[in-house]
């Protein structure tokens, strides 16, 4: 292939994705492998949000979607899940204002009924301050599941139907999109999942249509710039054709 259309050989910064999703997996493990709690790998999974929002920042990554709570990790022990949430109301508390300072703008996705009003309030509180930001948009999936968005907008777009706003025949991708949670968000270019898993566990189900995916065997507290850039790497060396024949990347460079 011409070196000039190979998008092996394009510049790195050609070929970044826009809006990079990651299921963060394997503190407990990481935990586990050194005879610790499994509370201590959450927590230094805190640690590897902050170096990984930092990293995708410095880089220019427009969107940055973390996996932290599923609906089903409801199904955890009690103490589990109040260490997790416990961690999440931590880090806004501690990083908001950094976050901030940093034009990073904060947006939560996943279902509120059913939390705590304070933790309502300091979600409500970390979009509503960081609303204008210019910088990198931080998605933060909690209490999050894609069956759930799915359903949500089904019935937001029944309840339009119903009040003959909308015409059922009319109804086209799009407007499922435009009733997700990630309303206005494009979709994940690459998701990542640490620990070796190779799922989706419910994550952006709908989104990730053509997402590509990396999988890396390190636990998520293991997780650093470096692990970051290795995995633009394998995206960057990925043909899209979105079902097509020729490859976007080689057509338009980008
Ligand atoms: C990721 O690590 C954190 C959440 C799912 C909330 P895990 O807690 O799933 O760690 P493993 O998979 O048990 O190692
Ligand atoms: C997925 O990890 C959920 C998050 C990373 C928040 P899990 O550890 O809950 O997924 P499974 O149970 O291994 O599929
Ligand atoms: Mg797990």
């Given at each position: 292939m011409n070196p000039v259309t190979d998008p092996r050989k394009m510049p790195e910064t050609q070929r970044l994705p826009r809006h990079v999703g990651i299921i963060m997996d394997g503190n407990g493990r990481w935990a586990a492998s050194r005879s610790l709690p499994r509370v201590e790998g959450h927590r230094r999974g805190v640690e590897a949000v902050r170096r990984t929002v930092r990293a995708a920042g410095d880089l220019g990554i427009e969107f940055l979607t973390l996996y932290?709570?599923?609906?089903?990790?409801?199904?955890?022990?009690p103490n589990e899940v109040s260490d997790l949430i416990g961690l999440l109301k931590r880090f806004i508390r501690i990083d908001l204002a950094d976050l901030h300072r940093s034009q990073v703008r904060v947006r939560i996705i996943g279902?509120?009924?059913?939390?705590?009003a304070d933790l309502v309030n300091l979600l409500d509180e970390a979009e509503e301050l960081t609303r204008?930001?210019?910088g990198l948009t931080l998605v933060i999936a909690f209490n999050y599941g894609a069956r759930q968005e799915i359903a949500d907008a089904a019935r937001a777009l029944a309840k339009k139907v119903q009040a003959g706003?909308?015409?059922?025949?009319?109804?086209g991708p799009d407007d499922i999109a435009a009733h997700l949670y990630t309303s206005g968000i494009p979709d994940p270019d690459l998701i990542i999942r640490t620990s070796g898993e190779q799922r989706?566990?419910?994550?952006l189900l709908w989104q990730a249509a053509y997402s590509e995916f990396v999988f890396m065997p390190i636990h998520w507290p293991e997780f650093d710039a470096a692990a970051l850039q290795e995995a633009l790497r394998e995206y960057g060396s990925r043909e899209r054709r979105f079902g097509g024949l020729v490859s976007r990347n080689a057509m338009t460079g980008s």
């Open positions: 932290s709570f599923s609906i089903e990790n409801w199904s955890r022990p279902i509120r009924e059913g939390l705590s204008h930001n210019k706003l909308l015409d059922p025949d009319a109804i989706l566990s419910n994550f």
